[in-house]
């Protein structure tokens, strides 16, 4: 469990712990129950499965983020360091909920993240004044991203045409916002990740139907090049196709008769030497031989 004394990092816990109310109910009636008389070690069951429950749940928060993410990955062409466009609303968002952006985004995408802004997004914030100053200190901390606006316009427009131009060029952004009207237009732009806050924590949003059927046109796109392929080159030939190997039989070689060769053999005789040493011929005896 985090440390009660910093409160931030509380927060980030409670969303998990909201999913968990059984078993947050059952601790919190052990701690009152002996509240006066409690020792180390009391309603350590029910602690265990209040933190078994809300790791889990943190688990699936990053397992989701981590499932979405390799969608983009391998249709998008989407690879780290992540470049994450901010907005007002986003960063209004974070303040209201204490959230520190620069520390839960890369912590949620598990991957080094670039937090980004434009010169937009900012003139709108400096515009509304006073209502959005802490949003403003916030959306200036991030690297501002270039944008070809000369004369500023709507946050909502700039990101939603970096967005646009993002989906047919190398440049990837995941769009951070809490704007309702920007998030349905984003969704009708092919490839484009969505970032909310919702319950003191940061989601991904789900896939939209425009970012699906964007990647099933590169699988049809796929498909009509291998059957151009085929009309082209004409049908592969059988012949050309590497043979199996057919299963070896038994090795001729070890099917041969054996030969029989001649190998010399020492034999003694009664015959003896001057010396008195007996006399050694050698005989030819048959040996059987491989």
């Given at each position: 469990m985090p440390n009660a004394s910093n409160p931030q990092r509380l927060l980030s816990y409670a969303t998990s712990i909201a999913k968990c109310p059984t078993e947050t109910v059952a601790y919190g009636s052990c701690v009152s129950s002996q509240a006066e008389r409690i020792k180390q070690g009391d309603c350590s069951a029910e602690f265990k499965k209040l933190i078994d429950c809300v790791t889990k749940n943190l688990k699936k928060k990053l397992k989701r983020a981590n499932r979405l993410l390799t969608f983009f990955k391998y249709n998008y062409k989407f690879v780290p360091p992540y470049r994450v466009l901010v907005d007002g609303t986003f960063c209004q968002a974070a303040l209201t909920e204490k959230l520190n952006l620069a520390e839960q985004i890369p912590k949620y995408l598990t991957e080094e993240t670039h937090l980004m802004t434009t010169k937009c997004v900012l003139d709108e914030l400096e515009k509304i004044g006073p209502l959005l100053y802490g949003a403003l200190v916030i959306a200036k901390q991030f690297e501002v991203a270039e944008c070809p606006h000369k004369t500023p316009i709507?946050?909502?427009?700039?990101?939603?045409?970096?967005?646009?131009?993002?989906?047919?060029?190398?440049?990837?952004?995941?769009?951070?916002?809490?704007?309702?009207?920007?998030?349905?237009?984003?969704?009708?732009?092919?490839?484009?990740?969505?970032?909310?806050?919702?319950?003191?924590?940061?989601?991904?949003?789900?896939?939209?139907?425009?970012?699906?059927?964007?990647?099933?046109?590169?699988?049809?796109?796929i498909k009509?090049?291998?059957?151009?392929?085929?009309?082209?080159?004409?049908?592969?030939?059988?012949?050309?196709?590497?043979?199996?190997?057919?299963?070896?039989?038994?090795?001729?070689?070890?099917?041969?008769?054996?030969?029989?060769?001649?190998?010399?053999?020492?034999?003694?005789?009664?015959?003896?030497?001057?010396t008195g040493k007996r006399k050694r011929t050698k005989k030819k005896a048959p040996v059987e031989s491989d």
């Open positions: 709507a946050a909502a427009d700039c990101l939603s045409h970096l967005a646009r131009r993002a989906a047919s060029g190398k440049t990837k952004y995941l769009i951070a916002t809490q704007h309702d009207e920007l998030t349905e237009k984003l969704r009708t732009i092919v490839g484009t990740p969505i970032m909310y806050i919702k319950f003191k924590t940061i989601l991904l949003d789900n896939i939209s139907e425009a970012t699906k059927s964007g990647a099933s046109k590169d699988e049809e796109e009509r090049l291998k059957q151009l392929k085929k009309e082209i080159m004409g049908p592969s030939d059988p012949l050309q196709k590497k043979k199996k190997k057919k299963k070896g039989g038994v090795n001729p070689l070890a099917c041969k008769k054996k030969i029989m060769k001649a190998s010399v053999e020492t034999v003694r005789t009664g015959e003896r030497t001057a």
